[in-house]
Every structure is written in C-alpha cells, then in structure tokens.
C-alpha cells in the first residue's frame, strides 16, 4: 500500500530504492511519512541493537551446522553439481593476451587472467623477472 501512496504522489520510484515509513508505523502510509531510501540505508534504518544481537546469535548457532553440511557427501555432491552449472552457463568472452597480443576467448571472467596459455604466462613472467618487460605491470 505504502508503494501504491508513493507513487501516486510521486510517480514510480527510481530502479533499486526502497519506500521507507519515517515514524516506523507501517500502518501510517500518508505521504508526509514516506520517503526514498538506498536499500543499504533502508536496512541500516531498521536494524536496531536488538535485531543485531539476534541476527549475531543466530549466526554463531548456525555456523557450526553449515560447517558440517558443507563438509558431508550431500553438501560436496551440491556444490560440485553447482560448480558444474555455472561453469556450462558462462559465455565466452574475447580477450587479448597480455603476452603475445593474441586474441583468445575464455570463460573465465577475472580480471587477473591476462594469457591464452600458461606458455605466455611464463614466457611474461620470465621476461618481468629478468627486467625486460617494464612497460607491462603486473
């Protein structure tokens, strides 16, 4: 409801902000007690002292739990499944190799995987530990 009065009076709200009640009373949705707020802000607004010694308290019950889930087979068996998944999911992307200038497509999205092949990887790192590459940085 508290939307709906929102954006009556104010057309949508902005992609990713949050209506926010300012009094707290999620019953009071005149227009003078809402406001737009960052989803982090929006949290940070609701996450009293109380709410932060339960959801700490919460954690240290539910870490050991997890702990031992990931551990067992069925936990294992998930992830690996997972893995599987979002591996066979990526699109390949085009990058230039950092050594040889080659253009190579790869799967793999980190910023730090620079070489079509660990030959190029070594030959840069060779060429970085003798001096000869300064224009490169790693």
Not at 7 to 21: F, I
Not at 82 to 103: L, P, Q, S
């Amino acid at each position: 409801m508290h939307r709906d009065v929102y954006e009556y009076y104010n057309g949508l709200p902005p992609k990713g902000m949050h209506v926010h009640h300012i009094d707290g009373d999620r019953l009071n949705n005149d227009i003078k007690n809402l406001e737009l707020k960052s989803p982090a802000d929006h949290l940070k607004a609701h996450m009293t002292q109380e709410r932060r010694n339960r959801a700490r308290l919460h954690m240290l019950n539910i870490s050991p739990l997890a702990k031992a889930w990931h551990k067992s087979k069925e936990g294992k068996e998930w992830h690996k499944e997972h893995g599987i998944k979002c591996w066979e999911n990526r699109e390949k992307k085009n990058k230039k190799c950092a050594h040889c200038k080659k253009i190579y497509q790869t799967t793999c999205y980190h910023p730090m995987a620079r070489f079509c092949h660990s030959n190029c990887k070594m030959k840069a790192r060779r060429r970085r530990l003798k001096g000869l590459a300064e224009d490169y940085i790693f």
